[in-house]
C-alpha cells in the first residue's frame, strides 16, 4: 500500500473539494474497504462516503474523468467479491438510505439504494406491509446490494427473488446520464429518455430479440438463478418489458442505481414451524421434493454441523435444546404461514402424516428415523429463524486453520436431484481430503455448501479450484445454475462460459460494452473476470506473514502465529453482523457513528493488515491504530453477538498494551487505571478531591491538563467507603458465600454494598468479607490497569485476589459481586492471564448477586422475606451482564418483589463505559449511544418508577444525561426486606 505520510493526490483533491462526506485515501481506511464477505482482497484507491446523491454522481464523475474505476457498494457482505476493486469506493450505506416515497394502498416504495432491509421493514411494519426478500444478512444488506447481487431470501418459494419484487429503477449510465429502467413498450413509444439512453434501450432489446432463441435453451430453467446478466428480461416472449430486471444482478457493472422502486407485501400473521428430523441426511434431502407440495413458504436446511457448532455458541444453546431432538444428520425446517391458526395447525398435522408416508418414524433405525418437532410459539418461531439465519457465521465460528469456504456454496439443482447431487458432491469434497457443510433453502434446491479448506495452502488452493470444476460440471448435468444467490463477482463469473456456452458470454461482453464503453463501473465482475484462484487477490495472498507479536494475554484457543492471537482476529469473516442497528448491543459505536471505522468488522479488518505488516511498521500500536479503536467501548457485546465469537474488548487489551510499551501512558491512563490504589486516600480528602466537580476552572483545567471533558461529572469520593469490622455475617450455619466489596461500589456508592450485605443475611446465608491475605488495601479485579494496557499491574492485583479468594472457590463458596465489569473480569480476563487450579476455581464460582439469587430461587433454597414495592421498574442491563447471558437473572429476581412490575429497556451500550463516558473527545459520542433508546426510555418514565442498572458507569450516564437518579438492583431488594420487615 502507498505510504499514508505522501500527500494528497489531484484525485483526492478533486473530491475533497466538492464533496462534503467522508473522502478516504489513508492506507487504514482503503485497507477496512478491501474485503468483504468473501476471501478476496483488492486495496481500493480511495473511499468515498457521499451525503447526497448528488455527491454520489459527482464522485462519479470526477473518478471517470480521471480514468479511475469505481465500484458502489452498500453493507459490504457480498461473499463473491463483487464489491472489492482497485479504484474508488463509493460507500451509500451511511448516507443515502432513506424511503423516498410510500404508496401504501398501492403496496410500492421508492428507496434510495443505501437503506437497510430490516430498517426499511421496521418502517413498513406499522403500515402492515414488508419488503419479503428476507435475506440472511437482513440487519446490514442494502437494497442496492441486494439489487445488484438479485438475492433471493428463504421465502423465495412465495416471494420470488428481488427481480420479481423491484418495478424499476432510476440510474445514472456511466457517463451521469440519467435514465429510468422500467417497464417499456418494444418499440418504446411515450418513452421518455435522454437520446442516449433510448439508443441503449433500443440496443438491447434488439439484443433479446436476436438471442431469444439462445437464450431460451442455454439459461437454466431453475428460479435460483443469478449468474450472468439477465437477458431474459429482453425477450419478446415476456409479457412485460422491464429493463430493470437486467439491472438487477448486474452487480454494479452497468449503471449506477440512485433510487429502486419496489414491490411491497401484506405482513405474515400467523404462522408455525414444522421442525423434520432426519436420521439420513441423503433421505432429508430426497425429502424436500415432497414437502414442497404441502406449499410452505420455505423449507430450510440445517445439517449436523451446523447444530454441533450452533450448540457451543451460547446465544444458540437455549433454541437448539427446544427445536431439536436427539441427533439428527439433518433438520429441515418447514414453515406455514396461512390466513388462520386453523389452516397452520392442519399444514403441521398434513406435515407429520406426510414424515410418515415417506417411512420415517422416532423409533426407526437412522436411515428413516425422524419425525416433526411442532413449534408454535412466536418467540421461539424467531430464535429458529435467527439460528438459520446466522448460518455464514456460525459456520465460520470454527476454530481452526481451515474454514468452510465460499465458491460452491449456492448452486442450485431441480429438486428431484438435490439428494444425488450432495451425496456426489460429498464425495467430491472427500476425494479432495477435506469435508463440506451445507444448510439454507432446501425448497429451491439451493444449498449453501461450503467445503472446508485453508487458503494459506497452495494445496488447498489447488483442491478449491478442482471442487469447483467438478461441481460445476455436475450441476451442468443436473441442468441447474451454478450462482443461485449471492451472485458471480470474482469467484463465479470465470465458468459463465462453461455454464451459458459461448454465444451467451459473448452477449454478456456486448451488454457490459453498450452500457458502459469506458469500462468504469465495477470492471471483471461478471465480464472478463480474473481467474477465481489467482491468490494475489485473496486476503491470504502467498506472501502474507504474522509480524514477531508477543501476546499478552492467552490466544491458545485458537490456531496461528502470535499464540494464536493471529486465529482470533482471522475469526473475523466480514459478513457484517455487527452492523445491525437493532437488538442486542453490538455493536453500540456504529449505531452511533455508521462509520466503517467503528464496527467491530472494521476493527477486526485494521487489526489483521497491521499485525501481517499491511500497515507499515508498528502499525499495532500506532496513532492510527488508537483512532480505530477509540470508540470502542469494550462492551463485550460482539464477544456474545458475533457469531464467530469475534472478542474486540479483549483484543483492545492487546493494542493497549503494545501501546502503552511504546508510547508510555497519559494523565487520564493513569488516573483511571491507578484508581484502585489511590481511592482511599482520596476518600480521605473527599471535600478537597470533589472540588473539580463544583468549580468550572478546575473543571476546564483538568480538561486541558487530562482530557477529562469539563462537561461531565465525576463520580464523588466519600469518606465513609465501605468497611466492615468483622470478616464474617450472618449465621454460623448458613450457606457461605464471599462479597467481593469492588473499588467502584467500595468508595462512591456504599449503600450498594450494605444492601447486598443485608440481603444475603436475611437469606440466612453466611457471608464472608474476607480482608486481603497481604493484610494491605482493599482487593480489587484489576480491570482499570486493563482498560489502560497495564497487563502487568493487572495481574498483580488479581494475584491478590487469588490468593484471598482461593481457600473459598476451592471448597465451592460462590463468589458474589456486584458491578458487572468487575465480577465477570473474574470469569473472563482472569482466565486469559492465568490458568492455575486457584484462577480456574475463582473463574468457576464468581457470580452476581442475582445470578446467585436467581440460581437460590430455582433451587427452593431462597428464602427472602420480601415485602410489596407497589409500582414499576425500568430495568436496563450492563453490556458485560448482557455479553454474559447474566441479565436475565436481574429481571427474574426483581419480579419475586411483591407488587413490583418490572419492564426492561430495550438498550445498547449505555456510552459511558468505564472512563469512555468521560473523555472530552468522546464526550459527544457517549451520549449519542445512551440517546439510542437509554435516556428516551428514561425520560418517559414517570417520576414513581425506579430507574435500576446495576453498572456504576449506567448509573451515572443516567443521572447526567436525564437527570435521574438510578438504583442498583440490590437497593430494591434491600427496600422490598423492609417493607416485609414491616409488615411482620
Not at 734 to 747: A, K, M, Q
Request: proline share 5%; net charge neutral.
Amino acid at each position: 500500500m502507498p505510504n499514508a505520510k505522501a500527500g494528497p493526490s489531484s484525485l483526492e483533491q478533486k473530491l475533497r473539494a466538492e464533496i462534503t462526506g467522508d473522502v478516504f485515501f489513508d492506507r487504514f481506511n482503503r485497507g477496512r474497504y478491501a474485503t468483504d464477505a468473501s476471501f478476496y482482497q483488492v486495496i481500493p484507491a480511495g473511499v468515498v462516503v457521499p451525503r447526497t446523491m448528488d455527491e454520489a454522481l459527482r464522485a462519479l464523475a470526477i473518478a471517470r474523468d480521471d480514468g479511475r474505476i469505481v465500484t458502489p457498494r452498500g453493507g459490504g457482505t457480498s461473499q463473491c467479491g463483487q464489491t472489492v476493486n482497485e479504484g474508488i469506493v463509493v460507500d451509500f450505506s451511511k448516507h443515502l438510505n432513506r424511503i423516498v416515497s410510500l404508496d401504501v394502498e398501492g403496496r410500492t416504495c421508492v428507496v434510495e439504494p443505501g437503506i437497510v432491509l430490516d430498517d426499511l421493514n421496521r418502517q413498513l411494519k406499522k403500515h402492515g406491509l414488508w419488503f419479503p426478500v428476507d435475506v440472511s444478512t437482513a440487519s446490514r444488506a442494502t437494497i442496492g446490494g441486494m439489487a445488484g447481487n438479485n438475492s433471493c431470501g428463504g421465502r423465495s418459494l412465495r416471494y420470488g427473488t428481488m427481480r420479481d419484487n423491484t418495478i424499476a429503477i432510476d440510474a445514472a449510465l456511466a457517463d451521469g446520464t440519467p435514465a429510468r429502467f422500467g417497464e417499456v413498450p418494444r418499440d418504446l413509444g411515450g418513452i421518455n429518455a435522454p437520446d442516449n439512453a433510448r439508443a441503449l434501450f433500443r440496443e438491447i432489446l434488439a439484443l433479446g430479440e436476436r438471442e431469444a432463441a439462445e437464450i431460451a435453451d442455454k439459461f437454466p430453467k431453475v428460479q435460483r438463478r443469478v449468474g450472468g446478466y439477465n437477458l431474459d428480461a429482453l425477450t419478446p416472449r415476456n409479457a412485460a418489458n422491464n429493463l430493470a430486471h437486467l439491472l438487477v444482478g448486474s452487480e454494479g457493472t452497468l449503471a449506477f442505481s440512485t433510487r429502486i422502486e419496489l414491490k411491497l407485501w401484506p405482513l405474515i400473521g400467523a404462522k408455525v414451524l414444522g421442525v423434520c428430523h432426519f436420521g439420513s441426511f441423503y433421505q432429508a434431502m430426497d425429502a424436500a421434493q415432497h414437502l414442497v407440495k404441502l406449499k410452505p413458504i420455505a423449507v430450510e436446511l440445517v445439517d449436523r454441523t451446523m447444530i454441533g457448532l450452533g450448540r457451543d455458541i451460547a446465544m444458540f444453546q437455549p433454541v437448539i435444546a427446544a427445536a431439536v431432538r436427539g441427533d439428527p444428520e439433518a433438520i429441515l425446517v418447514v414453515e406455514f404461514a396461512e390466513e388462520t391458526r386453523d389452516e397452520n395447525v392442519a399444514k403441521l398435522k398434513q406435515l407429520s402424516e406426510l414424515m410418515g408416508d415417506l417411512g420415517f418414524a422416532w423409533t426407526n433405525e437412522p436411515r428413516k428415523w425422524g419425525g416433526v418437532v411442532e413449534i408454535t410459539e412466536p418467540a421461539l418461531q424467531t430464535a429458529v429463524a435467527d439460528f438459520r439465519a446466522a448460518g455464514l457465521n456460525v459456520m465460520m465460528s470454527m476454530k481452526e486453520a481451515g474454514k468452510p469456504v465460499s465458491f460452491v456454496e449456492d448452486c442450485a439443482v431441480p429438486l428431484p436431484h438435490l439428494a444425488d447431487y450432495t451425496a456426489r458432491l460429498n464425495e467430491v469434497f472427500a476425494r479432495h481430503g477435506t469435508r463440506g457443510t451445507m444448510y439454507a433453502h432446501a425448497s429451491e434446491g439451493c444449498l449453501h455448501v461450503r467445503p472446508v479448506l485453508n487458503l494459506k495452502l497452495e494445496k488447498d488452493v489447488k483442491a478449491m479450484r478442482a471442487i469447483a470444476e467438478e461441481a460445476f460440471a455436475m450441476v451442468r448435468e443436473y441442468k441447474g445454475s451454478h450462482s443461485g444467490e449471492h451472485g458471480d463477482g470474482i469467484v463465479r463469473s470465470e465458468f459463465h462460459e462453461q455454464m451459458f456456452g459461448r454465444r451467451i458470454v459473448a452477449d454478456f461482453k456486448e451488454v457490459k460494452q453498450r452500457f458502459d464503453p469506458g469500462n468504469v463501473l465495477n470492471p471483471g465482475r461478471i465480464v472478463d473476470p480474473p481467474k477465481m484462484d489467482d491468490r494475489s487477490l485473496f486476503r491470504y495472498p502467498p506472501d502474507y506473514r504474522i509480524d514477531d507479536i508477543k501476546p499478552v494475554l492467552d490466544w491458545s484457543a485458537y490456531p496461528g502465529a502470535a499464540g494464536g492471537f493471529q486465529g482470533a482476529v482471522e475469526m473475523c469473516n466480514n459478513n457484517g453482523a455487527c452492523r445491525k442497528l437493532d437488538g442486542g448491543v453490538m455493536c453500540p459505536s456504529y449505531r452511533a457513528t455508521r462509520d466503517e471505522k467503528d464496527v467491530t468488522r472494521g476493527r477486526a479488518n485494521t487489526l489483521r493488515l497491521a499485525i501481517s505488516g499491511q500497515l507499515g511498521p508498528g502499525a499495532l500500536s500506532s496513532d492510527e491504530m488508537m483512532e480505530t479503536l477509540k470508540l470502542c467501548v469494550s462492551c463485550k457485546a460482539c464477544r456474545r453477538e458475533c457469531p464467530t465469537g469475534v472478542d474486540m474488548a479483549k483484543m483492545k487489551i492487546e493494542v493497549l498494551a503494545a501501546r502503552a510499551t511504546t508510547h508510555g501512558l497519559t494523565l487520564r491512563d493513569r488516573l483511571v487505571a491507578y484508581l484502585p490504589r489511590y481511592a482511599d486516600l482520596a476518600a480521605r480528602v473527599a471535600p478537597l478531591v470533589n472540588l473539580r466537580n463544583h468549580l468550572a476552572p478546575l473543571r476546564a483545567l483538568m480538561e486541558r491538563v487530562a482530557g477529562i471533558s469539563a462537561r461531565r461529572k465525576l463520580p464523588a469520593f466519600r469518606s465513609d467507603t465501605f468497611r466492615v469490622d468483622a470478616e464474617a455475617f450472618g449465621p454460623a450455619d448458613g450457606r457461605e458465600v464471599v462479597l467481593f466489596g469492588d473499588t467502584f461500589n467500595r468508595v462512591y456508592e456504599r449503600e450498594n454494598l450494605d444492601a447486598a450485605l443485608r440481603v444475603l443475611i436475611a437469606g440466612g446465608y453466611r457471608v464472608y468479607v474476607p480482608r486481603p491475605a497481604d493484610g494491605g488495601r482493599a482487593l480489587c479485579c484489576g480491570r482499570t490497569f486493563l482498560s489502560a494496557g497495564l497487563v502487568d499491574e493487572a495481574k498483580s492485583e488479581l494475584q491478590r485476589l487469588v490468593e484471598t479468594y482461593a481457600p473459598f472457590a476451592t471448597r465451592g463458596v460462590p463468589i458474589i459481586g456486584l458491578e458487572p465489569s468487575c465480577l465477570l473480569t473474574l470469569r473472563d480476563e482472569l482466565l486469559s492471564l492465568r490458568n492455575d487450579t486457584s484462577a480456574k476455581a475463582i473463574s468457576a464460582h464468581a457470580l452476581l448477586l442475582e445470578e446467585f439469587l436467581a440460581r437460590e430461587a430455582e433451587s427452593g433454597r431462597l428464602a427472602l422475606p420480601l415485602g410489596p414495592l407497589p409500582g414499576k421498574a425500568l430495568l436496563h442491563g450492563h453490556c458485560h451482564q448482557k455479553s454474559f447471558a447474566a441479565f436475565k437473572p436481574v429481571e427474574q429476581v426483581l419480579r419475586l418483589i411483591p407488587e413490583l412490575a418490572v419492564e426492561t429497556i430495550d438498550s445498547s451500550c449505555c456510552g459511558m463505559a468505564g472512563a469512555f463516558g468521560y473523555g472530552a473527545e468522546t464526550y459527544d459520542v457517549s451520549l449519542q449511544m445512551a440517546e439510542v433508546s437509554l435516556l428516551p426510555a428514561v425520560r418517559k418514565a414517570d417520576s414513581t418508577t425506579f430507574i435500576v442498572a446495576d453498572g456504576t458507569s449506567c448509573r451515572h450516564q443516567i443521572q447526567d444525561g436525564a437527570a435521574r437518579g438510578a438504583v442498583h438492583a440490590a437497593q430494591l431488594l434491600a427496600m422490598s426486606l423492609e417493607r416485609g420487615h414491616a409488615s411482620n
